[in-house]
C-alpha cells in the first residue's frame, strides 16, 4: 500500500465551500499584478521540485518517470506559467452609446469552482483547471481520482507557499459519487469543471443543473481517428500511431485508436508498426530507458483485458500483444502488452468503445469520402489527426472531422496557448488558451450617463 487518504463527506464539502468564499473574497480583491506574482512563485517550485513530484507521480500512477519527469509537471507548470501571464490582460470593454452616454463592461470572478480531476493525469489536470479559475480570481475547490489524490494534494502545499491565501485552493479526495455529487450538488459552487467519463460527465451535468444552474466544462472521452493517407511517409505514419495508442500505455483521452490506412498501404504499415512494437522498453518504472509501464490499477487492467477478449471474439486479428506481459519484471504490476488488432471493421467493440489501455486497432479503406464518412461515424469527437504530404488535403479533410483537437502530421501536443476539448460526447467547453481564462468570469454591464435623466412620469 502507498498511502491512506482520507475521504471528504459532505460536512468537509461544506467547510471547504466556506472557507474558500472567505478566501475568494482576499484573493480578487488583489491587484492584477499581486496575483500574478504569487501564481509564478508556484511555477518557480513545481519547476524545483520536479524531480520528487514525477517521482510521486510515478508511485501513484504507475507511469515511466521518463514520462512523468518530463511531460506531467512540465506542461502543468506550462499551464499556470501562461495563465499568469495573462492576467494582467483580463479586461472589459468600452462602448460608446451617444454623445453623453456610454457603456464599459468589467469581467469578474465567479466567485467559488469546483474541479473534479481523473486518474491518469493528476497534477497536470490540478494545474489546468486550477490555473485559469485562479487567474480569474476565483477560488477552486479540487476533487483528485480517489485511484491518484496524493500529487494534487502536494499542489496545494505549493500554492500556500507561494503566498496564495488560505481556502482560494482547497483539495478534497474522496469518491466520486460521494464527494464529487456534493460539490456539484452544493448552492455554493458556481461552476464545475470535470474531467472523465461520459456516464459520470452526464451525472455531473445533471446535478450541476438541478442544484443551481451552474456553468459546467466537461472534458470526456474519445474514440479518436487516426488517418494515414497513400502519399503519407510510412515511418512518420508509424511514428504517430505508436504515440497516439502506447504513451502512457495507452491511458489517454485523445489516442487515435481507430487507425484508418489504405488497402493498399496496409501490410508495408503493420510491418512498420511491428517493428517499433518491438523497440519499446517496458519494466523499472524508474529506469529512464523505459517508455512503457503498468496501467493504473488491477482492475483497470482486467477492463482492458475484458476488451482484447472481445476483439479475438468478434474476429479481429491480433498482430502482437493480447495478453499481460510475462516474466519476472512484470509479476507485481497491472501490465498489458502492446496491443495490435488488424481486420477490424468499424462494428466491433473494440473500435466502437474507448478501451483506455495500449490497444490499437487497424481498419482499412478505399476512398476520402468514405474515410471521412466512418472517422466520423461516432458518438466520440475529441481528436482526430491525418498523416499526409499533401496540405491541401490535410486542410480539406480536417475541415470535415467532427472533433475538437486536430493534428496534422503530428500527435498529442496540447500546448497552454492550444484551446482544447471535443465535440459531440467528447465534452462541452474548452481547457487551455485565452477562452478558459474567460469562462471562469462573467460580464458585467455598465452604462454611465452624463446629462440630467429624464423620465417619462
Same mark, same amino acid.
Given at each position: 500500500?502507498?498511502?491512506?487518504?482520507?475521504?471528504? /463527506?459532505?460536512?468537509?464539502?461544506?467547510?471547504?465551500?466556506?472557507?474558500?468564499?472567505?478566501?475568494?473574497?482576499?484573493?480578487?480583491?488583489?491587484?492584477?499584478?499581486? @496575483?500574478?506574482?504569487?501564481? @509564478?512563485?508556484?511555477?518557480?517550485? !513545481?519547476?524545483?521540485? +520536479?524531480?520528487?513530484?514525477?517521482?510521486?507521480?510515478?508511485?501513484?500512477?504507475?507511469?515511466?518517470?521518463?514520462?512523468?519527469?518530463?511531460?506531467?509537471?512540465?506542461?502543468?507548470?506550462?499551464?499556470?506559467?501562461?495563465?499568469?501571464?495573462?492576467? *494582467?490582460?483580463?479586461?472589459?470593454?468600452?462602448?460608446?452609446? @451617444?454623445?453623453?452616454?456610454?457603456?464599459?463592461?468589467? @469581467?469578474?470572478?465567479?466567485?467559488?469552482?469546483?474541479?473534479?480531476?481523473?486518474?491518469?493525469?493528476?497534477?497536470?489536470?490540478? !494545474?489546468?483547471?486550477?490555473?485559469?479559475?485562479?487567474?480569474?480570481? +476565483?477560488?477552486?475547490?479540487?476533487?483528485?481520482?480517489?485511484?491518484?489524490?496524493?500529487?494534487?494534494?502536494?499542489?496545494?502545499?505549493?500554492?500556500?507557499?507561494?503566498?496564495?491565501?488560505?481556502?482560494?485552493?482547497?483539495?478534497?479526495?474522496?469518491?466520486?459519487?460521494?464527494?464529487?455529487?456534493?460539490?456539484?450538488?452544493?448552492?455554493?459552487?458556481?461552476?464545475?469543471?470535470?474531467?472523465?467519463?461520459?456516464?459520470?460527465?452526464?451525472?455531473?451535468?445533471?446535478?450541476?443543473?438541478?442544484?443551481?444552474?451552474?456553468?459546467?466544462?466537461?472534458?470526456?472521452?474519445?474514440?479518436?481517428?487516426?488517418?494515414?493517407?497513400?502519399?503519407?511517409?510510412?515511418?512518420?505514419?508509424?511514428?504517430?500511431?505508436?504515440?497516439?495508442?502506447?504513451?502512457?500505455?495507452?491511458?489517454?483521452?485523445?489516442?487515435?485508436?481507430?487507425?484508418?490506412?489504405?488497402?493498399?498501404?496496409?501490410?508495408?504499415?503493420?510491418?512498420?508498426?511491428?517493428?517499433?512494437?518491438?523497440?519499446?522498453?517496458?519494466?523499472?518504472?524508474?529506469?529512464?530507458?523505459?517508455?512503457?509501464?503498468? !496501467?493504473?490499477?488491477?482492475?483497470?487492467?482486467? +477492463?482492458?483485458?475484458?476488451?482484447?477478449?472481445?476483439?479475438?471474439?468478434? /474476429?479481429?486479428?491480433? !498482430?502482437?500483444?493480447?495478453?499481460?506481459?510475462?516474466?519476472?519484471?512484470?509479476?507485481?504490476?497491472?501490465?498489458?502488452?502492446?496491443?495490435?488488432?488488424?481486420?477490424?471493421?468499424?462494428?466491433?467493440?473494440?473500435?466502437?468503445?474507448?478501451?483506455?489501455?495500449?490497444?490499437?486497432?487497424?481498419?482499412?479503406?478505399?476512398?476520402?469520402?468514405?474515410?471521412?464518412?466512418?472517422?466520423?461515424?461516432?458518438?466520440?469527437?475529441?481528436?482526430?489527426?491525418?498523416?499526409?504530404?499533401?496540405?491541401?488535403?490535410?486542410?480539406?479533410?480536417?475541415?470535415?472531422?467532427?472533433?475538437?483537437?486536430?493534428?496534422?502530421?503530428?500527435?498529442?501536443?496540447?500546448?497552454?496557448?492550444? *484551446?482544447?476539448?471535443?465535440?459531440?460526447?467528447?465534452?462541452?467547453?474548452?481547457? +487551455?488558451?485565452?477562452?478558459?481564462?474567460?469562462?471562469?468570469?462573467?460580464?458585467?454591464?455598465?452604462?454611465?450617463?452624463?446629462?440630467?435623466?429624464?423620465?417619462?412620469?
Amino acid at each position: 500500500m502507498l498511502a491512506t487518504v482520507q475521504a471528504a /463527506g459532505r460536512e468537509d464539502v461544506d467547510r471547504a465551500v466556506k472557507s474558500a468564499q472567505q478566501g475568494q473574497k482576499i484573493w480578487a480583491a488583489m491587484t492584477a499584478m499581486e @496575483r500574478s506574482r504569487i501564481l @509564478r512563485r508556484a511555477v518557480d517550485i !513545481l519547476r524545483e521540485r +520536479n524531480d520528487e513530484l514525477a517521482k510521486l507521480e510515478t508511485l501513484d500512477t504507475g507511469k515511466a518517470y521518463s514520462e512523468t519527469s518530463t511531460v506531467d509537471i512540465v506542461t502543468g507548470a506550462d499551464v499556470l506559467e501562461y495563465y499568469a501571464g495573462l492576467i *494582467p490582460a483580463l479586461e472589459g470593454c468600452q462602448i460608446p452609446l @451617444r454623445e453623453t452616454s456610454f457603456v464599459y463592461t468589467r @469581467r469578474e470572478p465567479l466567485g467559488v469552482v469546483a474541479g473534479i480531476g481523473a486518474w491518469n493525469y493528476p497534477i497536470q489536470i490540478a !494545474l489546468w483547471k486550477s490555473a485559469p479559475a485562479l487567474a480569474a480570481g +476565483n477560488a477552486m475547490i479540487f476533487k483528485p481520482s480517489e485511484v491518484t489524490p496524493l500529487t494534487a494534494l502536494k499542489l496545494a502545499e505549493i500554492y500556500s507557499e507561494a503566498g496564495l491565501p488560505d481556502g482560494v485552493f482547497n483539495v478534497l479526495p474522496g469518491v466520486g459519487a460521494e464527494t464529487g455529487q456534493y460539490l456539484t450538488d452544493h448552492p455554493g459552487i458556481a461552476k464545475v469543471s470535470f474531467t472523465g467519463g461520459v456516464a459520470s460527465g452526464k451525472k455531473v451535468m445533471a446535478n450541476s443543473a438541478a442544484s443551481s444552474l451552474k456553468e459546467v466544462t466537461m472534458e470526456l472521452g474519445g474514440k479518436s481517428p487516426l488517418i494515414v493517407f497513400d502519399d503519407a511517409d510510412l515511418d512518420l505514419a508509424a511514428d504517430i500511431a505508436m504515440m497516439a495508442n502506447f504513451f502512457s500505455s495507452g491511458q489517454v483521452c485523445t489516442n487515435g485508436t481507430r487507425v484508418f490506412v489504405p488497402t493498399k498501404c496496409k501490410a508495408a504499415f503493420e510491418q512498420k508498426v511491428l517493428a517499433r512494437v518491438e523497440r519499446i522498453r517496458a519494466g523499472d518504472v524508474f529506469d529512464p530507458h523505459t517508455n512503457f509501464g503498468p !496501467l493504473v490499477s488491477f482492475p483497470h487492467r482486467d +477492463n482492458v483485458l475484458r476488451y482484447i477478449a472481445k476483439g479475438i471474439e468478434e /474476429g479481429a486479428r491480433v !498482430l502482437c500483444g493480447g495478453d499481460v506481459l510475462k516474466g519476472d519484471s512484470f509479476d507485481n504490476g497491472a501490465w498489458v502488452a502492446p496491443t495490435v488488432f488488424t481486420d477490424c471493421s468499424d462494428d466491433m467493440t473494440i473500435v466502437r468503445e474507448e478501451i483506455f489501455g495500449p490497444v490499437m486497432s487497424i481498419l482499412t479503406y478505399e476512398s476520402e469520402d468514405e474515410v471521412i464518412r466512418r472517422a466520423n461515424d461516432t458518438d466520440y469527437g475529441l481528436a482526430a489527426g491525418i498523416v499526409t504530404a499533401d496540405l491541401n488535403l490535410a486542410h480539406r479533410v480536417i475541415h470535415q472531422l467532427e472533433a475538437g483537437i486536430c493534428w496534422i502530421n503530428t500527435w498529442g501536443e496540447s500546448p497552454a496557448e492550444m *484551446p482544447v476539448g471535443g465535440y459531440k460526447h467528447s465534452g462541452i467547453g474548452r481547457e +487551455n488558451g485565452v477562452m478558459t481564462l474567460q469562462s471562469y468570469t462573467q460580464v458585467k454591464s455598465i452604462q454611465v450617463e452624463m446629462a440630467k435623466f429624464q423620465s417619462i412620469f
